[in-house]
């Protein structure tokens, strides 16, 4: 082929390559096409606009402290305004679920409490990036002292107890009546020439006697003494296997109660916070539950000994159990079903990257750490 054919090829496919380039291009969808570092549409915050701000107390994330509202989250958004430069109005409702209606009903801006980042809430709202980890835990009061005899019986008395007392009665009936049988027909024997009753309660006298090993007579007849010598030998390891399974349940009921894992919740009443993430956790575990609003009231309940305990995030009972609560109750097992508080805003609004950008930065000038440290680290 002549060299100026080759040259109009190359042309013609040069241009038809940078149309279809440019077909596709503008087919993408804009979020693709754009330059991401490119400032959204929407507007952004501005210096001294005022934003309105919903909240619900729990304490330590947001709380009453005479006429101030304060807090870990209060104290997050009181930097994150002003790194931005803006000023915020609060409103206080009830529950979470009165946060998220309020910021999907635009009569709030964004939410900030102790709100969880969870799948069913992301089909509604934006989170931003999560300020705080968490998770759920198990609260229980610390038995005291003052009605311990009490308790030592209830626990001595236990159906575990009375299954393993009836099982030996039941089982010492089998040596009983060989012995009887035996003892009746022999010259000087336990029960020599009786009628059934009452000997009968002689030789079992006596094999109870045997299991305490504080048997005074022993039977004369050899076939009887063979059962006796096997009987003597089974007391040994029953009086050590009750012992050991009294000590041991004692030892544990008595240092941590009956709840001691997320294992041990059903059967039990447990209080909740109404449409948490816990209240979710138990429903779908069919575990029972008291639901209330405030989780103080839930705090009373389980102090009251109306419910077992209390499951609700790991932070604010850990609070509670080294504050308010502290010696009253404590957390027990380890922390489970985790999950992250986010600041909550209406899909797609404008005011999210920034308050991202903020909180990064605060993590990045240790502002963050040092918040942290303020409200859960002991000094
Ligand atoms: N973190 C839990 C949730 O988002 C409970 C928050 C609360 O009751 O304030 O469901």
């Known amino acids: ?61 947001v709380f009453e402290e005479g006429a101030e509202i304060v807090g870990f989250s209060m104290d997050i958004l009181r930097n994150i305004a002003t790194e931005l430069g803006f000023k915020y109005t609060l409103a206080v409702q009830p529950s979470v679920n009165g946060m998220l209606e309020q910021v999907k009903n635009n009569q709030a801006d964004f939410g900030i409490a102790a709100v969880s980042i969870t799948e069913e809430r992301n089909k509604d709202f934006d989170f931003s990036y999560p300020f705080f980890q968490g998770g759920l835990q198990i609260l229980v009061p610390i038995k005291n002292g003052g009605n311990s005899l009490f308790s030592l019986l209830s626990n001595f008395f236990s159906a575990t107890l009375f299954q393993v007392v009836g099982l030996i009665l039941l089982v010492s ?52 003494r063979v059962i006796a010598i096997f009987w003597m030998f089974i007391s040994v390891v029953f009086v050590a296997y009750f012992t050991a399974t009294v000590t041991a349940s004692l030892t544990v ?69 080294s504050h308010g609560g502290k010696g009253k109750v404590q957390t027990v097992g380890s922390v489970f079903e985790n999950e992250n508080y986010g600041i909550v805003f209406s899909p797609n609004s404008s005011y999210r990257r920034q308050i991202n950008d903020a909180l990064l930065k605060l993590v990045e000038n240790g502002t963050y750490q040092d918040l942290y440290k303020k409200w859960f680290v002991r000094s």
Do not use: C
């Open 1 to 61: 082929m002549p060299k100026k054919y080759w040259h109009w090829i190359a042309i013609s496919l040069t241009t038809m390559l940078s149309v279809i380039l440019t077909i596709h291009l503008s087919a993408l969808p804009p979020a693709l096409a754009q330059n991401p570092a490119m400032p959204s549409v929407n507007a952004d915050v501005k210096p001294n606009q005022s934003l309105r701000v919903v909240t619900r107390l729990i304490k330590p994330f």
């Open 173 to 224: 009936l089998i040596p009983v009546h060989i012995v009887w049988w035996f003892e009746r027909n022999h010259k000087g024997g336990l029960v020599e020439n009786q009628p059934y009753f009452p000997s009968i309660f002689t030789v079992l006298w006596w094999v109870l006697a045997t299991l305490a090993t504080q048997a005074e007579e022993m039977p004369k007849n050899w076939v009887s």
């Open 253 to 321: 009921q008595q240092l941590q109660g009956s709840i001691q894992s997320e294992n041990d919740l059903p059967g039990k009443n447990i209080a909740t916070i109404a449409g948490s993430t816990s209240a979710n956790y138990l429903r779908k575990n069919n575990i029972q539950t008291t639901e209330v609003e405030q989780i103080e009231s839930a705090y009373d309940l389980v102090l009251n000994g109306q419910v077992d305990a209390v499951v609700f995030d790991a932070p604010v009972l850990l609070y509670y159990a």
